[in-house]
């Protein structure tokens, strides 16, 4: 089946510093991939898509300065967590639906913790 | 109210036993559903599609009522592994192109 790889799979960074995370859809292209973010305990939550060659849509209450989204190409997104806070330590995972078919793909997530 | 709502459970179960989760969700212009597991600190992954039709696969049976705007998996003779949470999720809910996830029903299946 399809891959979605994320990259890293876990990072710890300091207060005010920011947080690259990649997505690579592996053997498909990706013209939208989503970007989720999962507190424990809790539900995926939308964070925004990603549209390949033009801006990101964002959720109601996502700051879209702070969570930057770029989608260059068709197999790659990247969400930026920019000047990150403890408050921004959640699990964020990005997914990515092939052309004509229902199922989407998930990368395995990036564990941010923010100290 | 929610775009996709779901018992968050917990739902503890025996092995063998037959238990089944419910799902709602506001859109009715929503367009494709799913059923996906997702197994503590890992990434989601497909369970199932739900189909107008209803449809089964092994020991899980799901089934999709447009109408009521309502889901529901059903796992027969449980076993240990299924122990998880489950997700219902809808393409298409609250906006295009989107897929939207309800928070989950935890199971724990027990010896």
């Known amino acids: 089946g399809a891959v979605v790889s994320q990259h890293p799979s876990r990072v710890i960074c300091k207060s005010g510093t920011s947080v690259k995370i990649e997505c690579r859809s592996l053997?498909?292209?990706?013209?939208?991939m989503f970007w989720y973010r999962q507190f424990p305990k809790q539900s995926l939550m939308l964070m925004a898509t990603s549209n390949e060659g033009s801006k990101a849509t964002y959720e109601q209450g996502v700051e879209k300065d702070k969570f930057l989204i770029n989608h260059a190409s068709l197999t790659l997104s990247t969400l930026t967590v920019t000047s990150a806070h403890p408050e921004d330590s959640s699990f964020y995972i990005c997914s990515a639906r092939t052309q004509g078919g229902g199922e989407a793909f998930f990368g395995q997530g990036t564990r941010l913790t923010v100290v | 109210r929610k775009e996709v709502e779901q018992d968050p459970g917990p739902f503890n179960v025996p092995e063998g036993a037959t238990v089944a989760f419910n799902c709602t969700y506001s859109n009715s212009a929503s367009q494709s559903f799913f059923w996906y597991r997702q197994d503590c600190r890992k990434e989601p992954k497909l369970l199932m599609s739900?189909?107008?039709s209803g449809n089964e696969d092994g020991r899980f049976t799901a089934q999709l009522n447009r109408a009521s705007q309502y889901i529901s998996l059903l796992i027969r003779d449980s076993k240990l592994s299924d122990s998880a949470t489950y997700l219902c999720?809808?393409?298409?809910?609250?906006?295009?192109?989107?897929?939207?996830f309800g928070a989950g029903t935890r199971l724990a299946v027990h010896p």
């Open positions: 999720v809808v393409f298409g809910a609250g906006g295009y192109n989107k897929l939207i």
């Open positions: 739900v189909y107008s």
């Open positions: 053997d498909f292209q990706a013209t939208t």
